[in-house]
Antibody, heavy 120, light 113 residues
Framework: QVLLQESGPGLVQPSGTLSLTCDVS?????????WSWVRQPPGKGLEWIGE???????NYNPSLKSRVSISVDTSKNQFSLQLSSVTAADTAVYFC?????????????WGQGTVVTVSS | DIVMTQFPDSLAVSLGERATINCKSN????????????LAWYQQKRGQPPKLLIN???TRESGVPDRFSGSGSGTDFTLTISSLQAEDVAVYYC?????????FGQGTKLEIK
């Protein structure tokens, strides 16, 4: 069973850049599936941020596209999220998730999530 | 964007009774070429990540108890828990994948009456 684990700073300064990494274990990130980031503000619902294929092809939520970059490192079996120009509205639990098979997919495996707070 | 709306926002059901959660999309999620509805259901317990319960509107994931079932087509979908157990207390979300701008419903909080 594939396991996902998020890591990164829990506190980011306003106007700074949020950077998170998702380590993939017990499976290969080079499998023919997409790898996503999803966030959940405190007490609120789920927002899909974007996804990446092992080739480096990306697909972003247009509402965040100008600030988001997702990259993959196949040698480390991990993928990463960068979100620039953050504000308090970006405070959330950030999850990495695996897409189930295909380009059009649900999310069948999730990391435990990591809390990121934007504050000075 | 495809907008997903769930109702009710919250629900209290007695143990052993049926719980029904509805999800409506603002456009059809049915793809006629493969006869599939591009909708999933998730369960999120407090402090945990979401767990995929139902894929393709009605296909239970491996290990999901058979008291959970999904139904519906087009724009209207339902998640039914046939006999509520204490461990089913959670927030439930629907998600569409008809568009690759994946979107979720706002969630339905299920509690014990």
């Amino acid at each position: 069973q594939v396991l996902l684990q998020e890591s990164g700073p829990g506190l980011v300064q306003p106007s700074g850049t949020l950077s998170l990494t998702c380590d993939v274990s017990d499976g290969s990130i080079s499998s023919p599936i997409w790898w996503s980031w999803v966030r959940q503000p405190p007490g609120k619902g789920l927002e899909w941020i974007g996804e990446i294929y092992h080739t480096g092809t990306t697909n972003y939520n247009p509402s965040l596209k100008s600030r988001v970059s997702i990259s993959v490192d196949t040698s480390k079996n991990q993928f990463s999220l960068q979100l620039s120009s953050v504000t308090a509205a970006d405070t959330a639990v950030y999850f990495c998730a695996r897409g189930s098979f295909g380009d059009y997919h649900a999310f069948d495996i999730w990391g435990q999530g990591t809390v990121v707070t934007v504050s000075s | 964007d495809i907008v997903m709306t769930q109702f009710p926002d919250s629900l209290a059901v007695s143990l052993g009774e049926r719980a029904t959660i509805n999800c409506k999309s603002n456009q059809s999620l049915f793809y006629s070429s493969n006869n599939q509805n591009y909708l999933a259901w998730y369960q999120q317990k407090r402090g945990q990540p979401p767990k995929l319960l139902i894929n393709w509107a009605s296909t239970r994931e491996s290990g999901v108890p058979d008291r959970f079932s999904g139904s519906g087509s087009g724009t209207d979908f339902t998640l039914t828990i046939s006999s509520l157990q204490a461990e089913d207390v959670a927030v439930y979300y629907c998600q569409q994948f008809y568009s690759r701008l994946f979107t979720f419903g706002q969630g339905t909080k299920l509690e014990i009456k």
